[in-house]
Structures are given as C-alpha cells and as structure tokens.
C-alpha cells in the first residue's frame, strides 16, 4: 500500500481536528510544527517549532486558522498537492477543487461548485449549486450558502451564517456568527446580524 507523508504546519485546535482527519484517511504524519516556542505537544505528538527546517520539507499542510497565515505560509513553503477531506463529507463529482483545503465532517457540497486551494469547510457547512469559493476562505460550522454564492479570497463566514443565494462576499471580510447576508458585502469589512450590516473595516493581522 502507498504510505502517503504529511507535515503539518499549526498545532491549535484547529489543527487537532486537521490531525484527526489526516488518522482518518490513513496519512503518515512525518512532523508537527508551530512558530510558538511555548507549544511543545499536540493531541500525542511532539511538535518542532524550528520553521527553517520545515522549508526543505515536502507535503506540508497548512493547519492555520488564521486566513491570512495560510497565505503567507503558502508563499514560504512546498505546500500539500492534495486536500483532507473527511470521509462524511458529501461532494458533487461535478465540484471543482485546489489543492491544501480541508473538509470537515458532515460538509455538503452540491453540484458544480468550485473551490480554490487552501481553504477551510467547517463541519457541517452547506454549500449549494454554483457556489465559488476562492483561495484561504474560511466557511465556519454550520455556514449555509444557498445557490451562485461567490466567497472572494481569504474571506471568513462566520459559524451558522447563512447567506442567500446570487450574493458576492469581497475578499478578506468577515461575516458575524449567526448572520444572514441578503446583499452583497464589500472587500475588507466586517458585517453581523440580520439583515447583516457592516460594522467595521478589517485589520489584517
Ligand atoms: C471550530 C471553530 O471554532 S471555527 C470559528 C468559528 N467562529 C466564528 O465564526 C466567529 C465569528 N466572529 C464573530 O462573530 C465576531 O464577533 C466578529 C468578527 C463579528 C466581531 O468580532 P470583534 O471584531 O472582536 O468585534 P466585537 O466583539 O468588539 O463586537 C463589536 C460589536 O459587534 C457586536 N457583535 C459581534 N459579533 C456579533 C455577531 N456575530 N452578531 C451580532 N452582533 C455581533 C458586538 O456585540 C459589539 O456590539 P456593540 O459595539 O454594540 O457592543
């Protein structure tokens, strides 16, 4: 059998459930690493937190929360060709998808969707016909996006958000738990509520 070799790179929480999915689907998972010299073990693994050694490393997969982490990480390290995809998780073969994401238990994802790379699809989001989804979004837990919903890069849907169909989200905005988008939201702002309104600007940090 083909052994396939992950390195991880992230070891909060998020990168627990991403540990699990990468059990679940039989990877080998070579080394953990985290820039936080305080953080020294995850679930039952050592973790490294000398990233110089992680730029000769193949395969390494992105287990950071933080949207815009995961794109600098890109752009530094030989990245995973493939996505952790959780066995539950329910995909249209007619859904087009990068490389780096992971998809979370209990997903859905109906026909003709396309998703970039290095995404995240939380547990139990919902994401129906047509959806785009560009690169480092996050679509939180329980996130339901009705038809033609276009997610711009880096962008996060906060857990239980819904947002109704033919919306576009601009790139790096955040939408509030619990809210429900019924117009389009610019790039780099933050919206909460129902009907969702912006609150605020973004700060990339
Ligand atoms: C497995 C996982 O854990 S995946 C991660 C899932 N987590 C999420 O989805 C979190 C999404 N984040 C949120 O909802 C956040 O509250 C944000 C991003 C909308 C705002 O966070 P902050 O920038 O820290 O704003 P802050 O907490 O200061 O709130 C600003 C105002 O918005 C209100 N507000 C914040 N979030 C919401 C919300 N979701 N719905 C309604 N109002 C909200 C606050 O009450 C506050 O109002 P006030 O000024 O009248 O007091």
Known sequence: MEIKNINILGAGGHAKVVIEIAEELDYKINEIYDQNPEVSKILDYNVSNNLETLTEKENVFFALGNNFNRKSSSQKYHFANFNLVHPSAIISTRTKIGVGNVIMAGVV????????????????????????????????????????????????????????????????????????????VPENVVVVGNPAKIIKSVVLK
Do not use: M, R, Y
């Not at 996006?145 to 276009?150: E, F, M």
């Open 109 to 184: 994802i109906n026909s003709s969707v396309k998703i970039g790379s290095h995404c995240i699809i939380n547990t139990s989001a919902c994401i129906d016909h047509d959806c785009e989804i560009e690169d480092f979004v996050h679509i939180s837990p329980n996130v339901a996006l009705a038809g033609n919903v276009k997610i711009k890069e880096g962008a996060q849907v906060g857990i239980g958000a819904s947002v109704k169909q033919n919306i576009t989200i601009g790139s790096w905005s955040v939408i509030g738990a619990g809210a429900v988008v019924i117009n389009d």
